[in-house]
């Protein structure tokens, strides 16, 4: 069966730290997509990046980074210089790339609280 | 704006009765899903269409839930004899196989709160 786990339930960092969210996966998939979405306190779920299975390129953007490792079922995301306005749950995601049209499964969520 | 829209943003309702939410999703994606999220934890898919075809329900999907997709547009859930159980966010959320847009986008959900 495919899970998510996120283990962190909350992170509370000061503004210009960096923070790590973690994610594991499992699925006997060989081919799946991961997600990570953003739901600030609006509750509105943010798109944040798609990573397919075979492409493990680490990738940038900003002040973002993901770390994908198929060998420890990984896909852990990285905030560099924290500010309050990334006050949020951290949802991580998988889902099967054969059946793209189908089913998110989402972690439990790590609430990052960033602090002044 | 051309985002994911759902209506009512909140709802509360008695014990026993029905409920009706609707989605609108972007105007070009001819996917749609529903999902229910309650209090610490993730979002839990419920059901799946593709244009008016609903292809994939979850086990968590009870007979006293419906959903429609009429013309393969707006959908609308519906909750027969609401429970105290049933509280929770419902979001609503639509992609396109198209290209590399298969990412889900989410409305910013019903809260529906049963008292």
């Known amino acids: 069966a495919q899970k998510v786990t996120q283990a962190q339930t909350e992170i509370s960092v000061v503004e210009k730290e960096d923070v790590t969210l973690d994610c594991v996966y499992e699925?006997?998939?060989?081919?799946?997509?991961l997600f990570w979405y953003k739901q600030p306190p609006s509750g509105e779920l943010v798109f944040l990046i798609r990573r397919n299975s075979f492409d493990e390129q680490n990738e940038i953007s900003g002040r973002y980074s993901w770390n994908f490792q198929k060998s420890t079922s990984s896909f852990n995301f990285t905030i560099t210089a924290s500010q309050v306005v990334d006050s949020a749950v951290y949802f991580c995601?998988?889902?099967?790339?054969?059946?793209?049209?189908?089913?998110?499964?989402f972690g439990k969520g790590t609430t990052l609280s960033v602090s002044s | 704006d051309t985002g994911v829209s759902q209506d009512p943003r909140h709802k509360i309702t008695k014990r026993g009765q029905n409920v009706t939410f609707r989605c609108d999703p972007i105007?070009?994606?001819?996917?749609l899903y529903w999902y229910r999220q309650t209090l610490g934890q993730g979002p839990e898919f419920l059901t799946y269409f593709q244009n008016e075809a609903q292809l994939e329900k979850s086990r968590l999907l009870s007979d006293r839930f419906s959903a429609e997709r009429p013309k393969g547009s707006f959908s609308t859930l519906e909750i027969q004899r609401t429970e105290q159980g049933d509280s929770a966010m419902y979001l609503c959320?639509?992609?396109?196989?198209?290209?590399?847009?298969?990412?889900?986008?989410f409305g910013p959900g019903t809260r529906l709160t049963v008292l």
């Open positions: 105007s070009e994606h001819n996917r």
């Open positions: 995601a998988l889902s099967d790339l054969n059946q793209a049209g189908t089913a998110l499964i």
């Open positions: 959320a639509s992609s396109s196989p198209a290209g590399t847009t298969i990412e889900q986008f």
């Open positions: 699925t006997r998939d060989t081919t799946y997509y």
